[in-house]
């Protein structure tokens, strides 16, 4: 714990959570919670300016995620799980770092430019989206940060904020330190579709809390080498985004026979899927149990998303106060002293 190299990382209240999520980022924060001081955030401020967002569904969707991120290993012991909404000091930093972020750097954000491409009225939120990435990482002065490679970009600009930041206001020292993005071998999970990005806004995803069933019924359509047109055609595992797949759910002596069957066509692109669904669904059934568990004690869960927000929130208050110093603010009153309302005891 203290004294560990720090790690942050963050996933939005979108929905469910993917294999691609699961893959590129979860499962790496699940392993290096035992090496690190882990602090893992629900970005509900993120999640408003995207497509998913519902006023209605936000708070259960927060609350889900979190019981699917316990579900997949993250433990509350080793690891501080909490809200992003619950700390408001991420809003505060994005606002001091919004002085030292150039619009241009955000403007060539690839996000941006994909999300606003096709809005008529463009969320001023869509654009400063990565500042507010920025802020949750200095925050906790993380050294690390495990993402997928879709965040890499959104990295790059948080690094150039904390230059530009340490330049100003640092006196020549390096007050926030610069993060390092940390990427698995499964930094780009490809989505159903075989082209995009597994991702909720391609509709492309496998989740990870689906049945068994659901598992087989968004395979089944699944795309795969286009070249292999009927059964008898030899196929190219080299290719194919389910044998890729394969790779992260089947044991090795299966990928190794599902790349000699493809190639040989012994078997139809159907014979392969249906093992991948098998064990797809057997790597996951222990997660969507202990999910579903979870899923019965609500209580509990928002208990550890506040021990949870206290602990990242002590972090932070650190942070702010060397920030607000440097920055050159007037130092705030120091809360008022809680009077208790106590009867006088009565006399001997
Ligand atoms: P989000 O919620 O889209 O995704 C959560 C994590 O999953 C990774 N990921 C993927 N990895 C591999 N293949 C895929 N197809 C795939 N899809 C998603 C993402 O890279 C991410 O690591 N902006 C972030 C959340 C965020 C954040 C942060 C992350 C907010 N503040 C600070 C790190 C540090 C996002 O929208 O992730």
Same mark, same amino acid.
């Given at each position: ?274 093992? *991948? #669904? ?6 996951? =059934?222990?997660? @969507? %149990?202990?999910? +579903? ?5 609500? /209580?509990?869960?928002?208990?550890? *998303? #506040? ?6 929130? =002590?972090?932070? @208050? %650190?942070?702010? +106060? ?5 920055? /050159? ?20």
């Amino acid at each position: 714990m203290p004294g560990m190299p720090r790690i942050f990382s963050g996933v939005q209240p979108t929905g469910e959570l993917h294999i691609g999520n699961w893959l590129g980022a979860v499962r790496n924060l699940v392993h290096l919670q035992d090496t690190y001081e882990s602090l893992i955030c629900i970005v509900d401020l993120h999640a408003i300016t995207g497509a998913f967002y519902e006023p209605a569904q936000h708070a259960g969707r927060t609350r889900d995620l979190a019981i699917g991120l316990l579900a997949s290993g993250i433990d509350p012991d080793r690891a501080t799980l909490f809200v992003q909404s619950h700390v408001p000091a991420h809003s505060e930093l994005m606002w001091l770092l919004n002085a030292v972020t150039p619009v241009g750097e955000l403007e060539r954000m690839t996000q941006y430019k994909d999300k606003s491409a096709h809005l008529e009225s463009i969320p001023a939120g869509l654009l400063n989206y990565p500042i507010l990435m920025a802020a949750d990482i200095l925050l906790y002065r993380a050294d690390l940060v495990p993402v997928g490679e879709d965040q890499v970009q959104h990295l790059e600009l948080a690094r150039e904020v904390t230059r530009r930041w340490n330049a100003a206001y640092g006196a020549g020292s390096a007050v926030l330190p610069e993060p390092q993005p940390l990427l698995t071998e499964a930094k780009r999970i490809i989505g159903l579709d075989g082209e995009a990005k597994m991702s909720k806004s391609k509709g492309n995803t496998i989740g990870i809390l689906d049945s068994p069933e659901a598992i087989w019924q968004k395979l089944r359509p699944a795309k795969t080498d286009p070249a292999r047109v009927t059964r008898k055609d030899p196929g190219r595992p080299e290719v194919c985004n389910i044998f890729d797949l394969h790779k992260y759910f089947s044991p090795p002596e299966t990928v190794e026979q599902v790349a000699v069957n493809c190639r040989g066509a012994l078997w139809g692109c159907l014979d392969c899927k249906r093992v *991948l #669904a098998d064990n797809m669904a057997a790597t996951l =059934a222990p997660i @969507r %149990e202990r999910a +579903a568990v979870l899923a019965e004690a609500p /209580g509990r869960v928002d208990e550890i *998303l #506040a021990e949870g927000a206290e602990r990242a929130g =002590a972090i932070a @208050r %650190e942070t702010m +106060a060397t920030v607000h110093d440097r920055m /050159g603010f007037l130092r705030a009153p120091a809360p008022p002293v809680q009077r208790r309302n106590v009867e006088p005891t009565a006399g001997p």
